[in-house]
């Protein structure tokens, strides 16, 4: 079965040009081919993560809730006594004091 492909006109560099058509020529394909393949890996590698579905969703949250009771008997039944939220703000005043004031001051 034959996909069908839209013609699309794109201006290379010249030494990007020529890359492609060194690849092409020794690989026996077309500049084209070679191409939609490059652009196809790194459409691939830009896609953003895929969603879970339903079921692996309630798995996560399963997996989430088991391991939140483990910690949470570890600690004894008692709440942590970390401010996670106060943990990092902390943390970003430190960073801006570094980025404005240089390390050390």
């Known amino acids: 079965m034959v996909e069908t492909l839209y013609r699309t006109e794109i201006l290379l560099e010249p030494a990007q040009h020529q890359a492609l058509a060194e690849i092409a020529q020794c690989e026996g394909r077309s500049i084209s081919d070679i191409a939609r393949e490059m652009i196809g890996e790194k459409l691939a590698e830009r896609q953003p993560a895929q969603v ?54």
């Open 52 to 105: 879970p579905n339903g079921d692996e969703y309630l798995a996560l949250l399963d997996r989430l809730s088991r391991e939140w009771q483990q910690a949470y008997a570890a600690r004894g039944g008692r709440e942590p006594d970390f401010d996670v939220v106060e943990e990092i703000n902390k943390m970003r005043e430190e960073r801006d004091a570094e980025i404005l004031f240089g390390r050390g001051d």
